[in-house]
């Protein structure tokens, strides 16, 4: 595709579909051109992320990301291997008197 000329393209969507970006929309209080930059930007950085072997959160709340971005070395021992598998009974038990 030539970068000096523009191409003009169509977007088929199902009654389904629309219904589910109408519902972006009005959720996160877009305009109808951005539900589909933000989709697509979403969707390009997952697919980046997963062809280069990283993972990533994608959804959680801001101070749950400002805890991870702030303590990588942290989050980084609890991925090492046995981990998780090591501290699970601890947690599940706080968990359930928590409530």
Not at 11 to 23: A, E, F, I, S
Not at 63 to 89: D, M, Q, R, Y
Request: net charge negative; aromatic share 10%; hydrophobic share 40%.
């Amino acid at each position: 595709m030539s970068e000096d000329s523009e191409h003009s393209y169509g977007l088929k969507l199902t009654d389904h579909g629309l219904k589910r970006l109408r519902r972006v929309e009005a959720l996160l209080e877009l305009e109808e051109i951005d539900v589909f930059r933000l989709a697509f930007v979403l969707v390009l950085d997952h697919a980046e992320a997963y062809i280069e072997g990283k993972t990533e959160v994608l959804y959680c709340s801001p101070s749950t990301a400002a805890i991870v971005e702030n303590n990588p070395k942290f989050f980084e021992a609890l991925c090492e291997e046995g981990v998780v598998e090591w501290l699970t009974p601890f947690v599940l038990t706080k968990s359930k008197q928590g409530g």
